[in-house]
């Protein structure tokens, strides 16, 4: 999940980007281990244990924006050049190749579990998944990226050349449009307005770099309450979808959600990620000890990403673990922390091999 570390063209390592990207790494994990027990062990779950997974599955939405926001801080930067040749030679290749290894590792993996044959139809299934976006689920983040990455250098040169007003300008549009107007829809107020833009995505990429530029100024004390506000919404609206008094819930707690984007703001700020009250980037202090071992996480955390779900999908389809039995939240803790580590050290220990350290 990582971009390429630097913040000009003398690169080296931002310290809280890493430990931001580690711990939304963490959360995906989380994330995706829930999701999939609450929806593999409907019957087994409570209604105050799926109540309270699909709780903590909805707070966990922030990862994925909280990646995008470092990109942007990242590659956005006016002093890191961004090229067309460069994206098609270095970010778009790495993307496809990982995308094509892990979606017909993915379906090998479902031809040996499911015992299906193995002849030309299995084989080429494979490749039409990666074509239609049919392969886990999970592996949506390199599509998205491959389509981030082909305009990445027309957001850079926006990035580049826009005053501070004219992307505060371009970030409320992005909000208004693509955040607050699909919540009107849900409560039948037809909005005839939009913009040709189709997806939240971009919006999280210029988040992140005014943040880290000043350009929008957000205190830790600001970002605690948005985090806090995001955090109670998107509790409030969780209770509300399950006790069936809305139905259309996915706007108030899904990336293009108004409280999710606090969130993601609010953990970006409290990371220290964005710009200090001069508007320069915080001062960092060295990592310690563990401050190191996450720096280790961060470096395998697009690795972690895309490893871990074969353990989620093997521990709780294919085992008599049941997360919903005697001491479900241990379970699910335990398993989270569990796959976590694991997809670590597979990681740490894959990137050792010359040819894998670039997929991963």
């Known amino acids: 999940m990582r971009a390429e570390a630097g913040t000009s063209a003398n690169t080296f390592r931002v310290h809280s980007f890493s430990y931001l990207r580690a711990a939304a790494c963490l959360a995906i994990v989380l994330l995706h281990t829930v999701?999939?027990?609450v929806s593999l062990f409907p019957e087994e779950a409570s209604a105050t244990q799926a109540l309270l997974s699909n709780i903590v599955v909805n707070n966990m939405m922030w990862a994925v924006p909280c990646f995008l926001m470092v990109s942007g801080a990242l590659l956005l930067n006016p002093e890191r050049p961004v090229t067309v040749k460069k994206c098609l030679t270095k970010y778009i290749p790495r993307m496809l190749i990982a995308l094509v290894v892990f979606c017909l590792l993915f379906r090998a993996l479902e031809i040996l579990v499911n015992h299906e044959p193995v002849n030309a139809e299995t084989l080429l299934s494979g490749f039409y998944e990666i074509f239609s976006g049919t392969s886990w689920s999970h592996v949506w983040y390199l599509y998205?990226?491959?389509g981030i990455y082909l305009l990445l250098p027309f957001y850079?040169?926006?990035?580049?050349?826009s005053t501070a007003g004219e992307l505060r300008y371009l970030m409320i549009v992005y909000v208004i449009f693509l955040s607050l107007v699909p919540v009107l829809k849900t409560f039948g107020i037809?909005?005839?307005f939009?913009?040709?833009v189709s997806a939240i995505y971009p919006f999280y990429l210029f988040c992140g770099y005014a943040l880290r530029q000043g350009v929008w100024r957000v205190n830790r004390g600001l970002g605690l309450l948005f985090l806090l506000i995001?955090?109670?919404a998107v509790v409030l609206f969780t209770v509300l979808k399950e006790n069936g008094?809305?139905?259309?819930?996915?706007?108030?707690y899904g990336y293009s959600s108004i409280f999710v984007i606090l969130q993601s703001i609010g953990v970006f700020t409290l990371f220290g990620c964005a710009a200090g009250k001069t508007g320069a980037p915080r001062k960092e202090k060295s990592p310690g000890v563990f401050g190191k071992f996450v720096l280790e996480i961060d470096k395998c955390s697009f690795g972690i990403y895309l490893i871990h779900m074969i353990f989620v999908r093997g521990i709780l389809k294919h085992t008599k673990i049941h997360p919903y039995g005697a001491g479900s939240p241990f379970i699910l803790i335990g398993?989270?922390?569990?796959?976590?580590?694991?997809?670590?050290i597979l990681t740490w220990i894959l990137k050792k091999i010359p040819g894998v350290k670039k997929i991963l």
């Open 35 to 37: 999701f999939c027990a």
């Open 144 to 146: 998205l990226m491959i």
């Open 156 to 161: 850079h040169k926006i990035a580049s050349n």
């Open 190 to 192: 037809s909005v005839g």
């Open 194 to 196: 939009y913009i040709c």
């Open 230 to 232: 995001g955090t109670a």
């Open 245 to 252: 008094t809305i139905k259309a819930a996915g706007v108030f």
């Open 335 to 344: 398993l989270t922390l569990g796959i976590f580590l694991v997809s670590f």
